[in-house]
């Protein structure tokens, strides 16, 4: 009996000691692997989108911004940051008060590609005091990104080999642009805008840009000082009677103020949104070929 | 169980406390050298590890130790902080994959490391639980800081003040946790880690601004034409939440944002040369090979290991003196027992193998028992190298 019991007490404490060390492996959960990358380029703005199948050709373009949302009010989703994290190249243009997102979002740097790195000098604007609806006002200035409303930039942007669809809208951009030179120099060379972004298109074409900085918000442009900003800039000679502006939902809220004091409120789309039916340099020249219309009833 | 074996057993079994004595005896000396090895084995294979899986840091000139204890194991640090253009500069240099790092902050006396998505896809974190923190104002913990804290995604951790008496410096974040990575058995498990543009919003740089209509009336001492002033009472307590987010910005350039390192990692090792020399050569930045800077001082540590080998060899040669001791003066104890063999016609070898079987028993019950006592002490014992 005794051999016997010591053999199973030995047998035993191997066992026990086997099952504490096995025991002791505690790896935790299995980790949850990342997606893989796609070979996309994901693109977050209009000029992005037109920039991209030249940039990258044959490359497939996912348009990561919902239509019609301008990425200087864009929140990424979840979902949509995902899509961000997983594409093989972001492509952004690089300005912050243009995609101000960027401030507050993770991106891969590694795989985000600037349209407007260090060759592209972009016209800086000086500090502006304003006021969001009733809010207090502040001061900010910076870059002015829409610098493919400029045919010179446009093709800057684009690859160094060059690109067929780049030249032909800058050539029409060109054309566009002398023409709006002409329509103003009748009409009134100085247009009163609700904010930042038409300063290529005016340095182009010989205007002064009056800035209202309204930034109608969704308390609406009521703040006293924007008015009266307004209505001082539309008391000044060589004015064209029209309030551009440069959101589509701030041509409804600044109409009442417009009205009030002599304006017509139109809404120029620079093409800064993304659109699945019409890239940004289509809506861009329907904007200015508009905006020449709307000059020459004027005239 | 046969012969000189059955009567070798029955021998220790007779006289247990004995056996267990010297077996204990044996265990122990062994169990001291083997574990002292297993222990600098596994220290030196993790931190060459983690010293082989990151081929460049990069950062402001000054000690490479510094650089690269808190590139890699997020040691408190003062190093002199790099620029974002710095960064950006290695980046647009085409040679490697950059990453930044920023490691000045802490939150709950865990390390804050502040860097981009990239990290979590070069270190390999799996997710255990959440999301990685891709958004400002959010965070994500290593598996024993998640343990130790009792916090998951969805709960709350404030960063520690950088300045307790300075009232100037950015308050305290509260930070959203997203995820929980799963254990690694690296650094990587005792830290918090965030986006780099959270570590900014700490520095004070990026900012976002309260609504003021949101704020209590009785905290408002005056309002003037564009501008609102506030009663002392007024705390701020620093939040990043979905309806304020997208007023957090941060003014200027970002170029000349703060970093800590950056971690480089180049496809060839014609990249990482060129990398290297090209940036040693400005004096503007330093650039180490984590290899050779871990190198240089495990052979510190080395050198002193191999004294603590030789006490190990002393102790387990004077143990092996003494349990010779104890058998020879055992087998004299046991003449009448050997004896008796000799005259049952056992052959002389007999007693020989009897001894010989009982210390070669004893010897390899020690060896189990060390060997049990090793693991276990190897895994019990704190995480020596997460805790470097």
Known sequence: ?299 | MKGIAYLAWRHALAHRGRTLLLTACIAASLWVPWTAARLAGDYDVRLRSRAEATPLVIGAPGNRFDLTLSALYFRANELEPITYADFEDVQDEGRALTIPLHLRFTARGFPIVATSPEYFEFRALGLAAGRDPLRIGQCALGSEVAEELGLGPGDALYSDPSELFDISAPPALKMRISGVYAPTGTPDDGAVFCDVRTAWVLEGIAHGHADEEAIDESLVTSRGEGSVAFSKALIAEAEVTPENEASFHYHGDSEGLPLTAVIAVPPTEKDATLLETGINASRDALCVRPTGVIDDLLGVVFKVKRFFDLVGAFLVGTTALLVGLVFLLSSRLRAAELHTLDRMGAPRSTALGLIGLEVLGTALAAAVLAFLCTELTVRWLPDLVAAF
């Open chain 1, 1 to 299: 009996m005794a051999p016997r019991s010591g053999r199973r007490v030995l047998t035993s404490a191997l066992c026990l000691a086997s099952l504490a060390l096995a025991g002791c492996r505690d790896d935790g959960p299995g980790p949850a692997r990342r997606a893989d990358l796609r070979d996309v380029v994901a693109v977050t703005s209009g000029p992005a989108a037109l920039l991209a199948p030249e940039l990258f050709p044959g490359v497939e373009v996912d348009p990561v911004i919902p239509a019609g949302v301008h990425p200087g009010e864009w929140r990424p989703s979840d979902a949509e940051l995902d899509r961000l994290l997983s594409a093989r190249t972001v492509l952004i243009l690089g300005v912050q008060e243009f995609e101000p997102w960027t401030q507050r979002t993770a991106l891969p740097a590694s795989r985000v590609k600037r349209v407007l790195g260090d060759g592209i000098a972009l016209l800086e604007v000086g500090t502006v005091t304003h006021t969001h609806g009733n809010g207090a006002a502040h001061s900010h200035g910076g870059q002015v990104a829409t610098a493919w409303s400029d045919p010179q930039r446009l093709l800057a942007m684009g690859p160094d080999r060059g690109s067929d669809v780049l030249e032909a809208g800058a050539e029409g951009l060109k054309a566009t642009l002398f023409a709006l030179e002409r329509a103003a120099a009748l009409a009134g060379r100085a247009l009163i805008v609700t904010d930042h972004g038409l300063e290529y298109v005016a340095e182009a074409a010989g205007l002064e840009l009056r800035i209202a900085m309204l930034e109608c918000g969704e308390s609406g442009p009521t703040s006293p000082k924007g008015l009266h900003q307004l209505a001082s800039f539309a008391k000044r000679k060589d004015d064209s009677g029209l309030l551009i502006c440069l959101v589509e939902a701030d041509v409804e809220r600044a109409r009442a103020s417009a009205e009030e004091v002599g304006l017509t409120p139109f809404f120029f789309d620079l093409g800064a949104t993304y659109d699945p039916e019409r890239d940004s340099l289509d809506r861009l020249l329907g904007s200015l070929e508009r905006l020449i219309e709307l000059l020459s009833q004027i005239k």
